[in-house]
Nanobody, 111 residues
Framework: VQLQASGGGLVQAGGSLRLSCAAS????????LGWFRQAPGKERVFVAA???????SYADSVKGRFTISRDNAKNAVILQMNSLKPEDTALYYC??????WGQGTQVTVSS
């Protein structure tokens, strides 16, 4: 199984980015898909998740700004990030089925 994340980049505060993570090697239509992030010098922390019934959960720090969704046709999970803040700067990792991790995509928000 391979997870390929994309969509990171540099954006000004208040801007938006859309992260995508697509899996190959097996399908993930009935498992929990999620995003985590790790800022420099800090631990990796939960950002958002979506389960097989499209029930979503978010970290308090991103509620109302980030939206997670899944694209079963593409075997992918999407993270739409709006109203970005400098404190959102981190390496973002996708997580499939509580087992597989993507390689990480860098998000940098300038003030």
């Amino acid at each position: 199984v391979q997870l390929q994340a994309s969509g990171g980049g540099l954006v000004q505060a208040g801007g938006s980015l859309r992260l995508s993570c697509a899996a190959s090697g097996r399908t993930f239509r009935s498992v929990r898909l999620g995003w985590f992030r790790q800022a420099p010098g800090k631990e990796r922390v939960f950002v958002a998740a979506i389960n097989w019934s499209d029930s979503r959960s978010y970290a308090d720090s991103v509620k109302g700004r980030f939206t997670i969704s899944r694209d079963n046709a593409k075997n992918a999970v999407i993270l739409q990030m709006n109203s970005l803040k400098p404190e959102d700067t981190a390496l973002y990792y996708c997580h499939f089925g509580n087992e597989y991790w993507g390689q990480g995509t860098q998000v940098t928000v300038s003030s």
